[in-house]
Nanobody, 127 residues
Framework: QVQLVESGGSLVQAGGSLRLSCAVSGPAINQLGVAWFRQATGKERQFVAAISRSGANTFYVDSVKGRFTISRDNAKSVVYLQMNSLMPWDTAVYLC????????????????????WGQGTQVTVSS
């Protein structure tokens, strides 16, 4: 069974940076596509970024392009989300999600395409 545990969320001032981590445990970690989503209070869950099983492919929502970078270290079983130039509207609970992709390098942006979810980590950006 795949388990995901996020960490790294915090309170930060606008313009600051944070790095979120998603620790992945379970079988066949290198056959998992992973994504970050976020959910602000009272709003729907939003896709943020996705990375293919080897890291060869990445995809971002337009609002974070150039500011956020998703990466992974399969040897350490961790997926990262480096967030720079944070703004108040980035405030949300950030969730890590994973899906079985076999040996393909496909990525996906739909939350219903992901089978495994972490509990989330809170990111608060003050103005």
């Amino acid at each position: 069974q795949v388990q995901l545990v996020e960490s790294g969320g915090s309170l930060v001032q606008a313009g600051g940076s944070l790095r979120l981590s998603c620790a992945v445990s379970g079988p066949a970690i290198n056959q998992l596509g992973v994504a970050w989503f976020r959910q602000a209070t009272g709003k729907e869950r939003q896709f943020v970024a996705a990375i293919s099983r080897s890291g060869a492919n990445t995809f971002y929502v337009d609002s974070v392009k150039g500011r956020f970078t998703i990466s992974r270290d399969n040897a350490k079983s961790v997926v990262y989300l480096q967030m720079n130039s944070l703004m108040p509207w980035d405030t949300a609970v950030y969730l890590c999600a994973a899906r079985d992709v076999g040996y393909t390098e496909v990525i996906a942006a739909g939350e219903y395409q992901y089978d495994y979810w972490g509990q989330g980590t809170q990111v608060t950006v003050s103005s």
